[in-house]
């Protein structure tokens, strides 16, 4: 059974930082792209950051220079590290894991809440 479990989520002020984590567990996480996502309420799921497997990264424009994907293969992680955030950046972030192209899997966290406010 696939399971990813996010955490490092919560309340931070703008400006401020956090570091999101998703443990991967019941897949060969090396074989896989990793993604974060994130969806704000009213809007639509976007694609935040994503890592091959081959540690190629991309981010979304809103996002770029503020925040580092990384992963570790060993401890079957990824990371969202996330700086300099804004109120814009409030939103459910959520782990994402995919096989694609070679593959026809796709797995997703349950999501962890993320809010930039003062």
């Known amino acids: 059974q696939v399971q990813l479990v996010e955490s490092g989520g919560g309340l931070v002020q703008p400006g401020g930082s956090l570091r999101l984590s998703c443990a991967a567990s019941?897949?060969?996480?090396?074989?896989?792209?990793m993604k974060w996502y994130r969806q704000a309420p009213g809007k639509q799921r976007e694609l935040v950051a994503a890592?091959?497997?081959?540690?190629?990264?991309n981010y979304a424009d809103s996002v770029k220079g503020r925040f580092t994907i990384s992963r570790d293969n060993a401890k079957n992680t990824v990371y969202l590290r996330m700086n300099s955030l804004k109120p814009e950046d409030t939103a459910v972030y959520y782990c994402?894991?995919?096989?694609?192209?070679?593959?026809?899997?796709?797995?997703w966290g349950q999501g962890i809440q993320v809010t930039v406010s003062s």
């Open positions: 994402n894991a995919d096989s694609r192209p070679i593959g026809t899997r796709v797995y």
């Open positions: 019941g897949l060969i996480f090396s074989a896989y792209a």
């Open positions: 890592i091959t497997s081959g540690r190629t990264t």
